[in-house]
């Protein structure tokens, strides 16, 4: 993505840079009915006014001043003030064009809500709590949806139907906190699978497991797990399990029978086994690298584990 020229507010000390976004072409994606969403509602009240000398901000509320109270960030021409003791968010319209001293009423964004977005001609912003995140993010498409990574914080911010809503007007996000971050999306049996904010679907080896399907990611040396595939064609963004490991083997049994799946791949049709104990001992015939699935005979409950690699 390339970013605009950097935005400031060198008086405001707890203000960040508010920077917007051009977004990369799509891939493509599973069809998905369009649901626009809403904007925010935003009220003036009489009483709550700002002014500013271009250099400094001054808000009062019912003849309060609070800007003290406040941090602020750039959304396009706006600023976007928060006040956490009030948790309440305000919005300074048009602010650099008004640094005249004239006092105006300040918008009100009427939610409870604190994570706001808009977007325009293919560009967005992006506040939480009043400041701008846009330059400590990253982002893709999962369909008709923005997913966006905000490094510092592990969290993914969803900007619903974006390319429906390049009208300047804000709205809320869905927040995402599956710890790691990779979420998964399927319909018509395509998927999106989006890690820290990138789309890695064209990147992994996949395997079936029962209705689960399996995504192994080279790059990471993971295998995720798109929980219950085959039943989930539905285009709602779930959070993938995550089974790193240095040898990248993962495996499930039900009674006597196993299942191997070594970097994506099913191997268990490859393999000869026998018991230490209570665990199954595996060995690929074709590289004689061994696994241990343990506690093998207690665990034939169809939950996948990591299997342990060993010579």
Same mark, same amino acid.
């Given at each position: 993505?390339?970013?605009?020229?950097s935005?400031q507010?060198?008086?405001?000390?707890?203000?960040?840079?508010?920077?917007?976004?051009?977004?990369?072409?799509?891939?493509?994606?599973?069809?998905?009915?369009?649901?626009?969403?809403?904007?925010?509602?935003?009220?003036?009240?009489?009483?709550?006014?700002?002014?500013?000398?271009?250099?400094?901000?001054?808000?009062?509320?019912?003849? +309060?001043?609070?800007?003290?109270?406040?941090?602020?960030?750039?959304?396009?021409?706006?600023?976007?003030?928060? @006040?956490?003791?009030?948790?309440?968010?305000?919005?300074?319209?048009?602010?650099?064009a008004?640094?005249?001293?004239?006092? +105006?009423?300040a918008?009100?964004?009427?939610?409870?809500?604190?994570?706001?977005?808009?977007?325009?001609?293919?560009?967005?912003?992006?506040?939480?709590?009043?400041?701008?995140?846009?330059q400590?993010?990253?982002?893709?498409?999962?369909?008709?949806?923005?997913?966006?990574?905000?490094?510092?914080?592990?969290?993914?911010?969803?900007?619903?139907?974006f390319?429906?809503?390049?009208?300047?007007?804000?709205?809320?996000?869905?927040?995402?906190?599956?710890?790691?971050?990779?979420?998964?999306?399927?319909?018509?049996?395509?998927?999106?699978?989006?890690?820290?904010?990138?789309?890695? @679907?064209?990147?992994?080896?996949?395997?079936?497991?029962?209705?689960?399907?399996?995504?192994?990611?080279?790059?990471?040396?993971?295998?995720?797990?798109?929980?219950?595939?085959?039943?989930?064609?539905?285009?709602?963004?779930?959070?993938?399990?995550?089974?790193?490991?240095?040898?990248?083997?993962?495996?499930?049994?039900s009674?006597?029978?196993?299942?191997?799946?070594?970097?994506?791949?099913s191997?268990?049709?490859e393999?000869?086994?026998?018991?230490?104990?209570?665990?199954?001992?595996?060995? @690929?015939?074709?590289t004689?690298?061994?696994?241990?699935?343990?506690?093998?005979?207690?665990?034939?409950?169809?939950?996948?584990?990591?299997?342990?690699?060993?010579?």
């Amino acid at each position: 993505m390339n970013r605009s020229n950097s935005q400031q507010i060198p008086w405001e000390a707890s203000s960040l840079i508010g920077d917007f976004y051009f977004l990369s072409a799509k891939s493509d994606a599973p069809k998905t009915e369009l649901v626009v969403a809403g904007p925010v509602e935003i009220s003036t009240d009489p009483s709550t006014l700002w002014w500013s000398d271009g250099s400094y901000y001054w808000l009062s509320v019912g003849g +309060r001043e609070i800007q003290n109270e406040t941090v602020s960030g750039y959304s396009g021409s706006d600023l976007v003030v928060y @006040h956490a003791s009030s948790n309440t968010t305000y919005l300074l319209t048009d602010f650099k064009a008004n640094a005249d001293g004239k006092k +105006r009423p300040a918008g009100m964004l009427k939610t409870s809500e604190t994570v706001f977005w808009k977007a325009k001609d293919g560009l967005y912003w992006l506040t939480v709590n009043g400041i701008a995140i846009q330059q400590d993010v990253t982002s893709a498409w999962a369909g008709p949806d923005l997913l966006v990574y905000h490094r510092a914080s592990n969290v993914t911010y969803v900007l619903r139907d974006f390319d429906a809503c390049n009208d300047e007007r804000y709205r809320t996000t869905e927040v995402l906190k599956a710890n790691p971050a990779v979420y998964w999306r399927a319909s018509e049996g395509l998927y999106h699978l989006i890690l820290n904010g990138a789309a890695i @679907h064209n990147n992994v080896v996949d395997s079936w497991s029962g209705n689960d399907l399996l995504a192994y990611y080279p790059v990471n040396n993971t295998t995720y797990v798109l929980n219950n595939y085959v039943n989930r064609q539905d285009n709602v963004l779930r959070a993938a399990d995550a089974f790193p490991g240095p040898c990248s083997a993962i495996w499930r049994a039900s009674g006597n029978y196993y299942w191997l799946y070594v970097r994506g791949v099913s191997i268990q049709n490859e393999t000869t086994s026998s018991y230490e104990g209570d665990d199954l001992i595996v060995v @690929h015939t074709s590289t004689q690298q061994k696994y241990r699935l343990r506690d093998f005979k207690n665990r034939g409950d169809n939950q996948l584990r990591v299997a342990e690699c060993f010579e």
